[in-house]
């Protein structure tokens, strides 16, 4: 089966301006997690989705954003980029944590690079 | 909020040797545990995941780890490990809130 669809792979963006990622997540699953990993922080949760809901949220401004579309896929959108916000980002889905399935499968990521 | 020590940051070895990484969490209550693996250049991958039930969960590539609830452990292990297992190694937590909680990763290096 298909696995997590990230796009875009690689995006540069200039500072000020913002950007929006997609994934797809694997078919059936219907909660979809973000994250982001840098050199410097690791790999830190940004927020879950699970039908079109969010249910919880990490500890980041609140530049970052997040959506879920009835068919699951779901967009992340970060504005007024700074250049701290240059790193990997990750989704990852599963088909429902709060029934006890935490088989979370990661995308390959979007590298987003901020000049 | 859950945090998550692994107590090596580099580890190298040569092929053949054994492997084992530490991994501590703080939270006090259930969890359930997961390592992942990364590639040089590839994605997030599952190795083996602790739930509930036996507290030694075998994994791919012939690696395993032992839940050891008393001590907030959940260390990984190889018994020999091959050039291939070059990659970048995370502990991760759930405490049922729709997240995971990674530790800061260890890269580990095998020499042929």
């Known amino acids: 089966k298909a696995g997590v669809t990230q796009t875009p792979r690689y995006l540069i963006k200039t500072r000020g301006q913002q950007v929006t990622l997609s994934c797809s997540p694997i078919?059936?699953?219907?909660?979809v997690s973000w994250y982001q990993q840098t050199p410097g922080q690791g790999l830190q949760f940004l927020f879950e989705?699970?039908?079109?809901?969010?249910?919880n949220k990490g500890n980041f401004p609140g530049r970052f954003s997040g959506r879920q579309f009835s068919n699951s896929r779901s967009e992340m959108n970060v504005s007024t980029l700074e250049l701290g916000d240059s790193a990997l980002y990750l989704c990852?889905?599963?088909?429902?944590?709060?029934?006890?399935?935490?088989?979370?499968?990661f995308g390959s990521g979007t590298r987003l690079t901020v000049v | 909020a859950q945090s998550v020590s692994q107590h090596n940051h580099h580890v190298i070895l040569s092929e053949a040797a054994s492997l084992e990484l530490g991994c501590n969490y703080s939270?006090?209550?259930?969890?359930?545990l997961f390592w992942y693996v990364q590639y040089p250049g590839q994605h997030l991958q599952l190795l083996l995941k602790?739930?509930?039930?036996?507290?030694l969960v075998k994994g791919i590539k012939g690696f395993e780890a032992e839940f050891i609830k008393s001590k907030f452990s959940f260390n990984l292990r190889k018994p020999s490990v091959q050039w291939s297992d070059t990659a970048e190694y995370f502990c991760?937590?759930?405490?049922?809130?729709?997240?995971?909680?990674f530790g800061a990763g260890t890269t580990v290096t095998v020499r042929a």
């Open positions: 990852a889905s599963s088909l429902d944590p709060s029934q006890g399935d935490y088989g979370y499968t």
């Open positions: 602790y739930f509930s039930g036996d507290p």
């Open positions: 078919s059936g699953h219907r909660s």
């Open positions: 991760a937590v759930n405490e049922d809130d729709y997240k995971l909680s």
């Open positions: 989705y699970f039908s079109e809901t969010q249910r």
């Open positions: 939270y006090g209550g259930t969890v359930n």
